[in-house]
């Protein structure tokens, strides 16, 4: 068995190899050549952590196996470690026999960064120039740099409701040498592209605080009851997924389906934009939304490619098991 530790990562897979990992993967999915399983996500009852297994089967990309893992709240306070934690581990499809463990926390970063990016890329207009961001933790960071290679932005604007946190976008805008701008919700309405990443359980991101035209990616809610975005705003929206069925019952859409405002009929996997049976945005006007909630097989997906990279670079650590 092959075992990749999470401070090999960083070193070995980025922001180009994530995308294109998790762009396959859709499109994978979308042509019924990979599927995911049912997730199981519990509160365990210590540390107020919440702790879950995802898993799949690519048939394209020949990845199977699962990420265990979840989110302890009090990691970074009490440990000085980031909140979310997990492992992935990959089987060999012909046997069954465990292939690799590789860690996952970095992992989880870029995949969920590449998703938002996919979205963008075949969702948001051409002319695309000021992008929003709602939420500024640790993981906004990654998707604000994912997002800013998908088109010529020329601003970053943000919202956080902790005001303090927001230099870490402003940051990042630096490095790309744009300029960034603290705003009210109600400044959003100057984005053309808005990425909401938040672990929220009331929506912040409301319809009137968003123009026409706009691509929302919502990649905060993967549990039932979170909520980033009202109801209305999904009402309004041409929306996109990466899985209906996780989008409808713990993805930002379960709310409108719940309200009866949008049906499940309406809501469209992006892996069919990608492999072209969708013609995604159809007029510069249309508003269109992405409802990242996170499968497994863009774990899998990541994995996998991250353990073929650490064996070219002789870095894989390889055990009888």
Request: net charge negative; aromatic share 6%.
């Amino acid at each position: 068995m092959i075992i990749v530790p999470e401070a090999k990562i960083g070193n070995l897979i980025g922001r180009d190899e994530s995308y294109k990992a998790v762009e396959q993967v859709f499109a994978a999915m979308a042509s019924g050549d990979a599927y995911n399983f049912p997730v199981i996500r519990e509160a365990i009852g210590h540390e107020d952590a919440l702790y879950g297994f995802k898993g799949g089967f690519d048939k394209v990309g020949q990845s199977l196996g699962l990420k265990a893992g979840g989110y302890w709240p009090h990691n970074f306070e009490k440990r000085d470690m980031i909140n979310h934690q997990s492992t992935v581990f990959l089987f060999d499809p012909d046997t069954g026999k465990a292939r690799a463990m590789v860690g996952g926390n970095l992992l989880t970063a870029l995949r969920t960064a590449a998703a938002s990016s996919v979205s963008i890329n075949h969702l948001a207009r051409k002319d695309a120039k000021v992008i929003g961001m709602v939420g500024a933790g640790h993981q906004a960071t990654f998707q604000l740099r994912a997002a800013l290679e998908q088109r010529s932005f020329e601003k970053v604007i943000g919202w956080n409701l902790h005001p303090e946190m927001l230099p870490n976008l402003a940051k990042v805008a630096e490095e790309a040498g744009l300029p960034f701008e603290a705003v009210e919700l109600s400044g959003l309405r100057d984005a053309d592209v808005i990425v909401t990443i938040t672990s929220s359980f009331e929506p912040s991101l409301m319809s009137e605080h968003v123009s026409d035209g706009t691509h929302v990616a919502c990649m905060g809610t993967d549990t039932i009851g979170k909520q980033e975005v009202e109801a209305a705003l999904i009402t309004r929206a041409t929306v996109f997924t990466d899985e209906v069925a996780q989008a409808v019952t713990l993805g930002e859409s379960q709310h409108a389906i719940s309200q009866g405002v949008k049906n499940q009929s309406d809501i469209h996997q992006i892996g069919a934009v990608i492999n072209g049976t969708h013609s995604g945005r159809t007029s510069d006007d249309e508003l269109t939304l992405f409802d990242g909630t996170g499968v497994g097989l863009q774990d899998l997906a990541v994995a996998s490619a991250v353990v073929d990279l650490a064996v070219a670079a002789g870095v894989a650590i390889e055990v009888d098991f």
